[in-house]
């Protein structure tokens, strides 16, 4: 197995613009985190799905930012509008029934 | 889930044993303690995952005492390869109410 991918693996924008980031878990993992990552702040947990469903997105630092898991093999993070202070690394990771998580290489975006 | 509390970092020189403890009071009888390490510009992997006594695998060793309420992660004879951040996570077995998340982590230095 690739491990888990996202995409892309660095995007630069401006401030305003809508940002997509996207993620493909490991085969087989029924449950699927996105986080984000500074140096303020430490790795923060965003949204965390299981069988495709969002479970618990308290995580979400407000109504810019979006989710998406319309199949097992797919999802997406979503910002709009995007800021400065969004600019972080963004990692999906996904995990089986009874195992660890897999992280995925992060996605890091910068806003300007 | 329990929070968990470790040292914000550690210094240490090739050849030596590392032990970084992790402590987590209000761990629940299912939880289970797993070790993550990260280096800079990748996502966070497994390292070794443990519920009582000792756990030994080929990177390191995972002591918990009877009592639970701590862990320490064992790394023998370090390198500077091993200099990385390195979290302690409380996770519960199944994925429904599981958010995984992560503390500060204990950065580690290893010197020549």
């Known amino acids: 197995d690739a491990g888990v991918i996202q995409s892309p693996r660095h995007e630069v924008t401006e401030m305003g613009q809508e940002v997509t980031l996207r993620c493909k878990p490991i085969s087989g993992h029924n449950s699927l985190f996105w986080y984000r990552q500074t140096m303020m702040r430490g790795l923060e947990l965003l949204i965390y799905?299981?069988?495709?469903?969002?479970?618990?997105d308290s995580g979400m630092p407000e109504d810019r930012f979006s989710a998406k898991m319309p199949n097992a093999s797919f999802s997406t993070l979503k910002i709009q509008p995007s800021e400065p202070r969004d600019s972080a690394v963004y990692f999906c990771?996904?995990?089986?029934?009874?195992?660890?998580?897999?992280f995925g290489p992060g996605t890091r975006l910068t806003v300007t | 889930l329990a929070k968990t509390t470790q040292p914000i970092s550690m210094d240490s020189y090739e050849g030596q044993e590392v032990n970084i403890t992790c402590s987590h009071n209000?761990?629940?009888?299912?939880?289970?303690i797993t070790w993550y390490q990260q280096f800079p510009s990748q996502g966070p992997r497994f390292i070794i995952q443990g519920y009582k006594t000792k756990v030994t695998n080929e990177v390191a060793s995972l002591f918990i005492p009877a009592d639970r309420k701590s862990s320490t992660l064992s790394l023998p004879r370090v390198s500077l390869s091993d200099t990385a951040v390195y979290y302690c996570?409380?996770?519960?077995?199944?994925?429904?109410?599981?958010?995984?998340?992560f503390g500060g982590g204990t950065r580690l230095m290893v010197k020549p």
């Open positions: 990771a996904s995990r089986p029934d009874s195992g660890s998580l897999y």
């Open positions: 996570l409380v996770e519960r077995p199944g994925n429904a109410g599981n958010m995984l998340t």
């Open positions: 209000n761990i629940a009888t299912n939880d289970y």
């Open positions: 799905f299981n069988n495709n469903v969002p479970i618990d």
